[in-house]
């Protein structure tokens, strides 16, 4: 079974500028999760959908964070200007979510590493 | 929200030692995972553990949700085990992230 896919691994840009972190959960997952991890700390929930609905977007900087599930299945994650402080890990995860026992067991992908400059 | 506490923060063992990792949560779950970050970054599933125990080669996890507390055994480290170890719990379908238990297993 294939994991949880991400890209770009890596991706560095200046202030100001925007960029998109793309994500494809596993195959029948109905919960997508993006996650921001700045260095020494635990993830941070940014927003959770359901399907292609947001369940929790509370975390989210909506002034230049936006994030789409439009079809259900892959998701798009955009920083429209970047800070410096954004510069952090963005991960994805997905969980079956379709109720019953495991439907909350997350599994994540590599993550994609941004530096802000 | 909820409160995740982890312990102890950082943690050094010789390889072949044991040890024991606490995740405190403040209130009741309906989920708890325990995860290792490799020094890649990567995140991997230990554990799905919301109540009970569960093991798993050298490795086992104790979930006591009545007293809001789960506990991770590491038995006979070795140097891969090295790394951060995250507890993360769901609350009324949210989650929440211990900020890691670091650990550095020498050879």
């Known amino acids: 079974e294939a994991g949880v896919a991400q890209s770009p691994r890596y991706k560095i840009i200046e202030k100001r500028q925007s960029v998109a972190f793309w994500c494809n959960p596993i195959?029948?997952?109905?919960?997508l999760y993006w996650y921001q991890q700045i260095l020494g700390q635990g993830p941070k929930l940014l927003i959770q959908?359901?399907?292609?609905?947001?369940?929790?977007d509370s975390q989210l900087p909506k002034d230049r964070f936006s994030a789409e599930r439009l079809k259900g299945v892959d998701s798009t994650l955009k920083i429209q200007p970047a800070k410096l402080e954004d510069s952090a890990v963005y991960l994805c995860?997905?969980?079956?979510?379709?109720?019953?026992?495991?439907?909350?067991?997350?599994?994540f992908g590599p993550g994609t590493r941004l530096t802000v400059t | 929200g909820i409160q995740v506490e982890q312990s102890p923060p950082d943690l050094i063992l010789q390889e072949g030692a044991n040890s024991t990792l606490r995740c405190n949560f403040s209130?009741?779950?309906?989920?708890l995972q325990w995860f290792h970050q490799n020094p890649w970054g990567q995140l991997i599933n230990l554990f799905y553990?919301?109540?009970g125990t569960k093991q798993n080669g050298r490795l086992s996890a104790t979930t006591v949700a009545t007293e809001r507390y789960s506990l991770l055994y590491i038995s006979s480290s070795q140097t891969t085990d090295s790394g951060v170890y995250f507890c993360?719990?769901?609350?009324?379908?949210?989650?929440?992230f211990g900020s890691g238990t670091k650990l550095n297993v020498k050879p």
């Open positions: 995860a997905s969980s079956p979510g379709a109720g019953g026992r495991g439907q909350y067991e997350q599994y």
């Open positions: 195959s029948g997952h109905a919960t």
């Open positions: 959908f359901q399907n292609n609905g947001v369940v929790d």
């Open positions: 209130d009741s779950v309906n989920n």
């Open positions: 553990i919301p109540s």
């Open positions: 993360a719990v769901v609350n009324f379908n949210k989650f929440y």
